[in-house]
């Protein structure tokens, strides 16, 4: 996670700005100050080369593009930014363990109260509710293929994942 840290920093020092000449300002009484020019915010590019740094490090098996563990400012060492890095890496590892049990749960529960026919669509139905939580009868009818009235049937007699079941 170190070599990852210190390469956000090495693209931190090459899209450093060079030293700009700061704007002078001349007031109506006759001052003048001297303003900064402010830096522009660059972590958005880091965000961006994130997930394929971590896949080129082998802390992923592909790039997962919403993967960016980086907060808005960096902090001051390569050492720093590691451990938060290894932070963040770690709670998307355990919130994608969650919505994986949670996933497999409802599978095997939807799995128990299978009573279905060779040729029933409630196996598909209850694979895409699980997916698309929210379905309605109207997409229902146009993914599996079936009348408006058809999936109205299917939903009705189905066992959808958010519903609460006695154990």
Do not use: C
């Amino acid at each position: 996670m170190l070599a990852v840290a210190e390469r956000v920093f090495e693209l931190a020092e090459m899209t450093e700005q060079g030293p700009s000449a700061a704007s002078e300002v001349a007031t109506i009484d006759g001052r003048t100050w001297q303003l900064s020019v402010p830096s522009r915010d660059r972590n958005w590019l880091f965000a961006t080369a994130m997930p394929l740094m971590l896949q080129r490090a082998r802390f992923t098996g592909r790039i997962i593009p919403s993967l960016t563990l980086l907060e808005k400012f960096l902090p001051a060492s390569p050492a720093a930014l590691s451990e938060q890095l290894a932070d963040k890496l770690g709670q998307a590892a355990s919130a994608g363990l969650r919505e994986l049990t949670a996933i497999e749960r409802t599978m095997d529960r939807v799995a128990a109260h299978r009573q279905f026919t060779k040729r029933s669509k409630a196996p598909l139905l209850a694979r895409l509710l699980i997916a698309y939580p929210g379905l309605q009868a109207g997409a229902v009818a146009t993914l599996l293929g079936v009348t408006p009235q058809g999936a109205r049937k299917l939903l009705a007699g189905t066992v959808r994942p958010s519903d609460p079941m006695l154990v």
